[in-house]
């Protein structure tokens, strides 16, 4: 069955730093993919959507990539801030399945 | 503000009684999906609807119904609850049906069954 593995449940940073967060996933070839942001008590709010034929995606500090051989996405946020600490979530998808999220990394950025 | 509205905000209710969770999509969007969120389950898949037709169905237990009315809002109907039950119920809504497609969710509805 389909699987998606992140990295770690929580992840802990300085301010100013870069912090990556992993998305691993098996039994499927998704053909997008794409990350979410939650905070506590609150719906996800969708922050970028990455395609298979593409390598990498930029918005404004945030950057992912995904990687088909691997199975892996990489989801970066640079110059990180304490705002930026939230639960991220990833969900790798086929065209037409509904959609399936990992169960996340919660990140904290201390000042 | 994602444009999605859901109510009630709180509902607390006890075991073995029907709740009804209602959800208005973004202006515009067709597509409305269903999700269960509890602590150790992360973020679950529960229906989808797109322009008043079931378009898939995930971990839906037959106690629960959804619909989706000529108006495009939504309502998920819980029925013979259970402790387990307990949960954020989130609606979500796209503006077509496929799942590239990015998902709005409403701030979701928290159920606790006692």
């Known amino acids: 069955s389909q699987k998606i593995e992140q990295n770690s449940e929580a992840l802990n940073i300085q301010e100013g730093k870069t912090a990556t967060l992993t998305c691993n996933y098996t039994?499927?070839?998704?053909?997008?993919l794409q990350w979410y942001r939650q905070d506590p008590g609150r719906g996800p709010v969708f922050l970028l959507l990455?395609?298979?034929?593409?390598k990498e995606k930029r918005k404004e500090r945030l950057k992912v990539t995904f990687d088909t051989t691997l199975k892996q996405s990489l989801f970066h946020i640079t110059a990180s801030q304490p705002a930026d600490s939230a639960t991220y979530l990833c969900?790798?998808?086929?065209?037409?399945?509904?959609?399936?999220f990992g169960k996340g990394t919660r990140l904290s950025v201390i000042a | 503000d994602s444009g999605v509205t859901q109510t009630p905000k709180h509902l607390i209710t006890a075991t073995g009684q029907r709740v009804t969770l209602r959800c208005s999509p973004r202006?515009?969007?067709?597509?409305v999906y269903w999700y269960q969120q509890s602590l150790d389950q992360g973020l679950q898949f529960l229906i989808q609807?797109?322009?008043?037709?079931?378009?898939a169905k995930g971990n839906i237990l037959e106690r629960f119904s959804a619909q989706q009315f000529p108006d495009l809002h939504s309502e998920l109907n819980l029925s013979s609850l259970e402790l387990g039950d307990s949960a954020l119920y989130f609606c979500?809504?796209?503006?077509?049906?496929?799942?590239?497609?990015?998902?709005?969710f409403g701030p979701g509805t928290r159920l606790t069954v006692l």
């Open positions: 979500a809504s796209s503006r077509l049906a496929g799942e590239h497609n990015e998902q709005f």
């Open positions: 039994n499927y070839s998704p053909a997008y």
């Open positions: 990455i395609r298979e034929n593409e």
């Open positions: 969900a790798p998808n086929s065209g037409n399945t509904p959609l399936v």
């Open positions: 202006s515009g969007d067709l597509s």
């Open positions: 609807y797109y322009n008043g037709e079931e378009r």
